[in-house]
């Protein structure tokens, strides 16, 4: 079965400053794997995907992941960090298809940004 | 494009008694989904439609769960009867159901939960 692991539950970094995010997955099949994004009170909102093209995938807010098939990871970066970015970041592996399908998520870190 | 709309926001209300939430889809989207959210942790699913089919409903406690999405579009869930630990947010989502696993699920606002 799939699952998704993210390290660090909380993560603080001050305004400018890289930000990284730790996913990591388990799957028996070449996975997709998502990036959410949930602002307080706000469902989620999608930020990239992998879905087997180039390992480097870019996404909104400046926000990048590298798929490391080597090392089952799929982190978030970010160079430069701005107040905005305060938020809670899921990581989601999809595998299977038609019945089987299923998106299961991390337990999501929680960003903060300090001024 | 309008969003996924779910309603209410918020609930509030004592062990026993029922609840609803309704979700409607992002037009033309042909995968619906309800997810619940505990505090501090991810969305976990507790059912998927193709239409008006329900075709996962594996992780749905069906003795007090139940869900419909007549004509393929809006969907309700329902509690009955609620239970203290049935607090939490309740996400919809819907997806346009053709690409399979590499789908962007596309979520609406929640409706936060509070059983006393």
């Known amino acids: 079965a799939q699952s998704v692991t993210q390290l660090g539950s909380h993560v603080s970094v001050s305004e400018g400053a890289l930000v990284l995010l730790r996913c990591n997955y388990s799957?028996?099949?070449?996975?997709?794997l998502f990036w959410y994004v949930q602002y307080p009170n706000q469902g989620l909102q999608l930020l990239l995907k992998y879905t087997s093209a180039a390992t480097l995938v870019k996404g909104i807010n400046g926000f990048e992941a590298e798929f490391k098939k080597s090392e089952t990871s799929f982190h978030l970066t970010k160079p430069s960090a701005h107040m905005s970015d305060a938020a809670e970041y899921f990581c989601?592996?999809?595998?299977?298809?038609?019945?089987?399908?299923?998106?299961?998520f991390g337990k999501g870190t929680l960003l903060t940004v300090n001024p | 494009e309008a969003g996924v709309v779910q309603s209410p926001r918020y609930k509030i209300i004592e062990k026993k008694q029922p609840v609803a939430f309704w979700c409607n889809p992002i037009?033309?989207?042909?995968?619906l989904y309800w997810y619940l959210q505990n505090l501090g942790q991810g969305p976990e699913l507790l059912i998927r439609?193709?239409?008006?089919?329900?075709?996962?409903d594996s992780q749905l406690p069906k003795d007090r769960f139940s869900a419909e999405r007549l004509k393929g579009v809006d969907s309700t869930l329902k509690i009955q009867p609620a239970e203290l630990g049935d607090s939490a947010v309740y996400l919809c989502?819907?997806?346009?159901?053709?690409?399979?696993?590499?789908?962007?699920?596309?979520f609406g606002p929640g409706t936060r939960l509070t059983v006393l």
């Open positions: 799957s028996s099949v070449p996975p997709y």
């Open positions: 037009s033309g989207h042909n995968t």
């Open positions: 439609y193709e239409n008006e089919e329900a075709v996962d």
């Open positions: 989601a592996v999809s595998e299977g298809g038609g019945s089987n399908y299923k998106l299961t």
């Open positions: 989502a819907s997806s346009i159901g053709l690409a399979g696993s590499t789908d962007t699920q596309y």
